[in-house]
Nanobody, 128 residues
Framework: QVQLVESGGGLVQAGGSLRLSCAASGRTVSNYAMGWFRQAPGKEREFVVAISWSGFDTYFADSIKGRFAISRDKAKNTVLLQINSLKPEDTAVYYC?????????????????????WGQGTQVTVSS
């Protein structure tokens, strides 16, 4: 089993930045691909960004490309999501998730159903 705990969310003004962290415990996630998803009130959960187990391959949602950056620290079993130039429409609960790389493509990386483990989420609120 893998437990994922997100942190770093909060209230920030538009144009500001946040760094979200996803800490994994239990089985090591160093061989898992990791993704971030978000869910705004009244909307479906949507893909944000994903990173392969090696850290060399990343996929970004078009809506956040250029503003978000993902990185992973295998030694610390942690994945970081740097969010810059925040917009009110970025307001959502942000979830990190882990998946095995038995099938790792642009399509599967963006599909929430492909992920095996999920955190509880951290709230990000952007004021205008």
């Amino acid at each position: 089993q893998v437990q994922l705990v997100e942190s770093g969310g909060g209230l920030v003004q538009a144009g500001g930045s946040l760094r979200l962290s996803c800490a994994a415990s239990g089985r090591t996630v160093s061989n898992y691909a990791m993704g971030w998803f978000r869910q705004a009130p009244g909307k479906e959960r949507e893909f944000v960004v994903a990173i392969s187990w090696s850290g060399f391959d990343t996929y970004f949602a078009d809506s956040i490309k250029g503003r978000f950056a993902i990185s992973r620290d295998k030694a610390k079993n942690t994945v970081l999501l740097q969010i810059n130039s925040l917009k009110p429409e970025d307001t959502a609960v942000y979830y990190c998730a882990a998946k095995t790389e038995t099938s790792w493509t642009d399509t599967t990386a963006r599909n929430a159903n492909e992920y095996d483990y999920w955190g509880q989420g951290t709230q990000v609120t952007v004021s205008s």
